[in-house]
């Protein structure tokens, strides 16, 4: 005598997305939730002297896209966090050389300036 049960499939292991990450390419961007905040963080060019940390909290209606842009004066790549998780660090395709760049539009779209696009979930 043969006997077969006949079993359950294992459970699906589903690994959640992070809260955050950084995006590879450009997304299309609409809506300004937070418009550009400008943020001093002195630093001469060709050192590797540390940077201050800067933290902002902000309020975001619904799942967005937060983008942060070196400009000014082209010099840095910054290592983003968010909620006290490194989520990327920014780049581009200019040199670090402390050139003007403009402002953050001028700086990622016309002179390579470091930039990075991460996610944000909705709330704060």
Request: charge should be negative.
């Amino acid at each position: 005598m043969v006997f077969n049960q006949t079993r359950p499939d294992p459970p699906t292991v589903l690994i959640p997305k992070p809260v955050s990450q950084q995006l590879v390419d450009k997304p299309c961007l609409s809506d300004v939730f937070v418009p550009w905040t400008k943020i001093d963080l002195p630093h001469a060019k060709g050192t590797y002297e540390p940077s201050e940390m800067y933290d902002e909290h902000v309020e975001v209606p619904e799942e967005s896209i937060f983008v942060v842009a070196d400009s000014a004066d082209r010099c840095q790549h910054f290592e983003v966090f968010v909620d006290g998780e490194k989520v990327g660090v920014t780049n581009g395709d200019g040199p670090l050389d402390g050139s003007r760049c403009g402002g953050p539009e001028e700086c990622i779209n016309e002179n390579g300036g470091s930039k990075g696009y991460f996610t944000l979930q909705k709330g704060q």
